[in-house]
C-alpha cells in the first residue's frame, strides 16, 4: 500500500457521536437463547428461528 491509497483502518473507525444513536442495539445470542440450543423469534407475522450449531 502507497501513501495514497485509502486504509482500511479508516473504515473501521467508530461512527462520530451524533450517528451513535443510529446504530443497532446488540443482543448476545446467550442472552436470547439462555440456555438452550434454539429459540424462535416472531416479529409481526413472520416466525424466526436462532439455533447454536456449534
Known sequence: MTDSEPS???AAEPPNCSSTKLLPKIIPSTELLQGRREVWIEHGSEMYRLRLTA
Do not use: C, Q, S, W
Open 8 to 10: 482500511d483502518a479508516a
